[in-house]
């Protein structure tokens, strides 16, 4: 059915005669008149009736024209909701590794609430690669990733980053062992013989210490995998092993972190969309409020 018709079939059924319609319309009675015809054989059941010198509609009319209502007010609001200029509305779907969600997100779900009601936040955690292959199968619309700069991420043609904010790692060690400083190769040589732990999710981590590793001529034994950042502090403490930990963040009783320098190990932050998608208005904002958060938490602590 024509979008066209239901309008001046609805039309109709508020105004009560044609001749109304067409004047509200800016159109002539008998466009009014053809269309209305078109419109019933379109359906396959007549819509008007005579009533003395005018017409009115028949049950099927208006049954037609409660939905015509209804279809109409829908297609007005699927417009409003793809304008980049409406009023934001509609449900997000963020996909992100839990720092970010804590650190970027939440901050602000509050001004969310109090200034634009109607944009809804749906929030997964996962990993970066995890969060790709659901970008790319639509399942979400905003992407919290990270990457190292010892382990830069390759991002598909057909997705979108921006850079939020970046923080440095350090190597967790044990308190009472302790490590002399120097350069990331010499302390990482000087633990050579320990075990490591890794993350059970994301090869990231694990090219960086493979990476400074190697530039310290061993090769590590990688012998825990470990997504929870707590759970890798146990083990740190518990004598189990060492990994990477970040640098800015407080640590458990029992842990000691180890800066890392020449090279440095920076985690990076990003914001990743798929390319065409940052004109949608509930995107547009949330993608506003992230990178306008991260550049208010100061110039050493952006990316």
Do not use: K
């Amino acid at each position: 059915m024509d979008l066209r018709r239901l309008r001046l079939l609805a039309e109709l059924n508020r105004l009560g005669s044609m001749r109304e319609v067409a004047e509200e319309l800016a159109v002539t009675t008998s466009t009014v008149s053809q269309q209305l015809a078109v419109l019933a054989r379109e359906v396959g059941t007549p819509l008007l009736e005579a009533e003395g010198r005018r017409v009115r509609l028949t049950p099927a009319g208006r049954r037609l024209a409660a939905h015509a209502d209804t279809i109409l007010a829908a297609v007005d609001a699927a417009r409003l909701d793809l304008d980049p200029g409406a009023e934001p509305a509609g449900t997000v779907r963020v996909s992100g590794f839990a720092t970010a969600v804590r650190r970027s997100l939440l901050p602000i779900i509050t001004d969310l609430c109090l200034h634009h009601p109607d944009v809804r936040l749906q929030v997964l955690e996962h990993e970066p690669a995890e969060a790709y292959a659901l970008l790319a199968d639509d399942a979400v619309d905003l992407a919290l990733t990270y990457d190292y700069t010892l382990a830069p991420a390759a991002l598909p043609d057909s997705l979108q980053a921006r850079p939020l904010w970046s923080a440095p790692w350090a190597l967790g060690v044990r308190a009472a062992g302790g490590v002399d400083g120097g350069s990331a190769p010499e302390v990482f040589a000087r633990l050579r013989d320990e075990p490591w732990i890794v993350n059970s999710r994301n090869v990231a981590d694990e090219q960086v210490v493979r990476t400074i590793a190697s530039m310290a001529g061993f090769e590590p034994q990688i012998t825990h995998h470990v997504d929870s950042l707590a759970l890798v502090q146990d083990l740190i403490a518990a004598g189990r092993g060492i990994g990477l930990l970040p640098g800015d963040q407080p640590v458990r009783e029992g842990v000691a972190l180890q800066p890392l320098r020449d090279p440095a190990v920076v985690l990076r932050s990003y914001a990743v969309t798929r390319r065409g998608r940052e004109d949608w208005a509930p995107l547009a904002l949330i993608l506003r409020m992230l990178v306008d958060g991260a550049f208010d938490r100061g110039p050493g602590d952006r990316a």
